[in-house]
T-cell receptor, first 111, second 112 residues
């Protein structure tokens, strides 16, 4: 079993819809949970991170971590075509340390 | 503007060749990482380094080695390239105590 599982998609939604992305993980010894966004032919860029459990909101993006069920979620409200990318969840034990990534979910927002 | 620069975007090498992938960061970060990215598998950690001349194996180090002689530069070496090392290679750097890791644009390596 992979340490971080993520549905590969693709997930296709109409513009303006809510995008819901999920990951599950198997090892509880991690404190940092991140979402990276990767556009085609580019390196990943940090979108959001959460420390331990709880929610975090940044504009149209909300990240949630439920440590009891080992579940990581990302919600994108009012999705735009520019949100079309691959979204990678990741976890780390400490800030700046190595990360363990999920396989990535490809999202396509259609105008 | 922070930058992680990988020396090549695309490389084609022959089986058995020794291959060097170079990565330079200009942010004075202590930590540097090499990942490979394959469809459906996400990013997998090959090697990482928390300081100059230090290196640690990641999850898939077989067939690879690394060198970090200077703080800003982290090199990935494929001692004898094989076709199963055809992949996208991503370098990243981070600062201890800071959450974000910054990635380079990637090197797409094809071994024929």
């Amino acid at each position: 079993q992979k340490e971080v599982e993520q549905d590969p998609g693709p997930l296709s939604v109409p513009e303006g819809a809510i995008v819901s992305l999920n990951c599950t993980y198997s090892n509880s010894a991690f404190q940092y949970f991140m979402w990276y966004r990767q556009y085609s032919r580019k390196g990943p860029e940090l979108l959001m991170y959460t420390y331990s459990s709880g929610n975090k909101e940044d504009g149209r993006f909300t990240a949630q971590v439920d440590k009891s069920s080992k579940y990581i979620s990302l919600f994108i409200r009012d999705s735009q075509p520019s949100d079309s990318a691959t979204y990678l969840c990741a976890k780390g034990k400490a800030a700046g340390n190595k990360l363990t990534f999920g396989g990535g979910t490809r999202v396509l927002v259609k105008p | 503007d922070v930058k992680v620069t990988q020396s090549s975007r695309y490389l084609v090498k022959r089986t058995g060749e020794k291959v060097f992938l170079e990565c330079v960061q200009d942010m004075d970060h202590e930590n540097m990482f090499w990942y490979r990215q394959d469809p459906g598998l996400g990013l997998r950690l090959i090697y990482f380094s928390y300081d100059v001349k230090m290196k640690e194996k990641g999850d898939i180090p077989e067939g690879y080695s690394v060198s970090r002689e200077k703080k800003e530069r982290f090199s990935l070496i494929l001692e004898s390239a094989s076709t199963n090392q055809t992949s996208m290679y991503l370098c990243a750097s981070s600062s201890t105590g800071e959450t974000e890791a910054f990635f380079g644009q990637g090197t797409r390596l094809t071994v024929v």
